[in-house]
């Protein structure tokens, strides 16, 4: 079990998010969380990342308890997009590039032939990195935060609603390239009935214990 939740326990003032609520998640799999607003698909991830801790109950990565060197090691080991991704103002090429300066993030510097045949199989236009990101679009923008993940190589990945701003033939690419690696942990939220129905596991906040 990579990751799992036992008996957790999460509010904010006046409003419980989770109450005894259990999740487990196998090594490999690709599991989608769903439900309506305010179901907790944020929060849920909040408390992946560490960015908020439980009230009550525990949650567990490779059998640790989530905390210290054990959350160290789960973001070390994982490739994070937000929903609303921001690079900043730099060009493409120099936001991609940014993240592999740091040691942590365990990869060598990609060459550029390698970043723009990632961007060709997701459907950008090699000069997309010459562009500043914040002119790209919405949909440009969410392909060149996959594209990230995917140079990033990590074993876990985690993204809010990934296919939100793309159209049909951008998300069969996209989920035929995140979904090819059997080993990868792919731990998502959405509400595309395209991406869902890839998905191996849902985990449905309706109807959370």
């Known amino acids: 079990m990579i990751l799992q939740g036992k008996n957790i326990r999460f509010s904010y003032p006046g409003e419980i998010i989770f109450d005894d609520f259990d999740f487990e998640i196998r090594e490999g799999e690709k599991v989608v969380v769903k439900g309506e607003s305010g179901s907790g698909k944020t929060t849920f991830f909040r408390l992946l990342l560490g960015f908020e801790i439980p009230d009550e109950g525990e949650i567990l990565f490779k059998g640790n308890a989530l905390g210290g060197d054990v959350l160290k090691e789960l973001r070390t080991k994982s490739a994070w997009l937000p929903q609303d991704l921001n690079l900043g103002e730099g060009v493409v090429k120099e936001v991609v590039k ?61 993204l809010d609603e990934p296919t939100s701003a793309l159209d049909e033939s951008s998300k069969e690419k996209a989920v035929n390239h995140l979904f090819s690696d059997s080993k990868r942990t792919i731990i998502s939220t959405s509400h595309d009935p395209f991406w869902i129905n890839k998905c191996s596991r849902i985990i449905d906040l309706d109807q959370k214990t």
Request: proline fraction near 7%; aromatic fraction near 8%.
């Open 98 to 158: 940014y993240p592999f300066q740091f040691k942590k993030s365990g990869n060598s510097m990609p060459e550029e032939k390698e970043i723009k045949g990632i961007f060709t199989e997701l459907g950008l236009e090699p000069e997309t990195l010459d562009k500043t990101f914040s002119d790209l679009s919405t949909g440009q923008r969410q392909r060149v935060g996959l594209a990230l993940c995917i140079l990033l190589n990590k074993p876990v990945m985690l």
